[in-house]
């Protein structure tokens, strides 16, 4: 069963557009949703994380939004740069089931110079 | 602080062979957790560990592979009678027990393991 669904698998953008991932999830316990940017080679880089108790959080160009109602999230990545150019993940965990970390498939993001 | 560290970064094995990993975890960190990579996917939860205590092991953890984490420092994880399914990235990380407001895990860049 797959927990966390993520959208699109991967994504053209100019550089100084907008990247929009999308991720929806099913477990209503998860408590914590952290996106996650990953370099060939390199383990994931924790980039942003929000709780459900707020629908929005903003750090420098990355931005997520979240709808509990609808269990939906998303990653925006304002004014994409060519070393945006990753895989990026969702993710979701819950405390209760020890904060052990259920991702999503991942979306490759390809910033054009 | 160098982080999490995973060595070995590549291995190369004959299916039927047994092969361990090691990770050392930032080291104020008392929780471990490996997960599993294959390639185009998102990493799998394997198993945890706190301080010494493994709390957790997925099903996707077949009785081939077991994990340890003496003393509550650095784990291992070994797989025996490796088969080439068992190719994949193996991901350590490491986080402090969140009963505080917010924590995050920090990764390891990964064993890619290559079976033959």
Redesign the interface.
């Known amino acids: 069963q797959q927990q966390?669904k993520?959208s699109p698998q991967s994504l053209i953008v100019q550089k100084g557009g907008i990247s929009i991932i999308n991720c929806a999830y099913e477990n209503t316990a998860f408590d914590y949703f952290?996106w996650?940017q990953q370099f060939p080679?390199?383990?994931?880089?924790?980039l942003i994380?929000i709780r459900p108790d707020v629908s929005e959080k903003k750090e420098g160009r990355f931005t997520i939004s979240f709808n509990k109602s609808a269990k939906q999230f998303s990653l925006h990545i304002m004014d994409s740069q060519p070393g945006d150019s990753a895989t990026y993940?969702c993710?979701a965990s819950s405390?209760a089931a020890?904060?052990?970390?259920?991702?999503?498939?991942?979306t490759r993001v390809l910033v054009k110079p | 602080d160098t982080g999490v560290s995973q060595n070995p970064r590549h291995k190369i094995t004959k299916r039927g062979q047994n092969v361990t990993f090691r990770c050392d975890p930032i080291s104020e960190h008392n929780r471990l957790y490996w997960y599993r990579q294959t390639l185009g996917q998102g990493p799998e939860f394997l198993t945890y560990f706190q301080n010494e205590a493994q709390l957790e092991k997925s099903r996707l953890l077949s009785d081939r592979f077991s994990a340890e984490r003496p003393k509550g420092s650095f784990s291992t994880l070994e797989i025996q009678r490796t088969e080439q399914g068992d190719s994949a990235m193996y991901l350590c990380a490491s986080s402090l027990d969140p009963t505080g407001a917010g924590y995050g895990y920090t990764f390891g860049s990964g064993t890619r393991l290559t079976v033959v």
């Open positions: 966390v993520q952290p996650y080679g390199k383990g994931p880089a924790l994380a993940f993710a405390k020890g904060n052990k970390l259920t991702f999503g498939g991942g």
